[in-house]
């Protein structure tokens, strides 16, 4: 903090740090969404509060990347309404979320001091896809790489996360504990290359569905779409992001 005292990054419900962001990043973007449906102002306020307070979760959790999964997230969704020829809405949404982006970052940083500053204030130096690169870059090297060679057909269950936590026995020969930071390497070791295609097929399938109903004839269903398209985009986003096991968490650094 800025008068000197050291502050825990939230962890929400869980025991790991930082483990508030994604709480608060679905807050940020389904509050958002509201705001392209409510037509009366006090509501919109508010909602741009809770909003802002969601957001400035992400931004005291330290998690860039659930800020760049936001503004991703946020961007599609004013993008299709923009798309549905919903302009009013659409432009009134993209000025919350920006008020809500620069009030909340102002909040966490009052709070939060030069760590939050020099953490978030590098995007805008190195850009989002270097953000990327450095801190999610090298997983997805070694996932797509030397661990793809190794178990294209998965590598067994309970060599990652909390099954191997609770259930694995590191002694049995050819189980020992594989580190997991992204989803995607979760998913190779569970089932390999048919778990891509089948888990990224079903999120595939699911997304375009919901953008044929963004586009369709139901009105109201078409309104609801580009809300749903957002939580799914940040949901796929999420695969992205760290999934530890309880061996690496004391370790656990933002990202």
């Not at 896809?129 to 090297?141: C, K, P």
Request: proline share 3%; with cysteine.
């Amino acid at each position: 903090m800025r008068n000197g005292r050291l502050i825990t990054r939230p962890p929400g419900l869980s025991d790991t740090p930082g483990g508030a962001a994604i709480a608060g990043g679905l807050t940020a973007i389904l509050g958002l969404g509201l705001i392209l449906q409510t037509r009366k102002t006090s509501h919109s306020l508010v909602i741009v509060v809770m909003s802002a307070i969601g957001l400035a979760a992400v931004y005291m959790t330290q998690a860039r990347s659930v800020l760049l999964m936001c503004v991703g997230a946020a961007a599609v969704m004013v993008a299709v309404a923009f798309k549905q020829g919903r302009v009013a809405r659409a432009s009134w949404g993209l000025t919350a979320a920006g008020a809500a982006i620069v009030a909340s970052f102002l909040w966490a940083s009052a709070v939060g001091g030069t760590a939050i500053d020099s953490r978030f204030l590098d995007i805008t130096q190195t850009g989002a896809i270097a953000t990327y690169q450095q801190s999610r870059g090298d997983f997805l090297s070694e996932t797509l790489g030397d661990l793809l060679d190794k178990y294209p057909l998965g590598a067994g269950l309970g060599r990652w996360g909390m099954m191997e936590a609770y259930f694995g026995d590191p002694s049995t020969p050819g189980a020992s504990h594989i580190h997991v930071e992204i989803q995607l390497t979760g998913w190779l070791l569970d089932g390999g290359i048919p778990m891509w295609i089948l888990y990224g097929g079903a999120i595939i399938v699911s997304v375009a569905g919901v953008l044929a109903v963004a586009f369709g004839r139901s009105r109201r269903a078409s309104e609801l779409a580009p809300n749903i398209l957002a939580v799914q985009l940040f949901v796929v986003g999420s695969a992205w992001r760290v999934r530890r096991s309880t061996r690496s968490s004391a370790s656990c650094s933002g990202r």
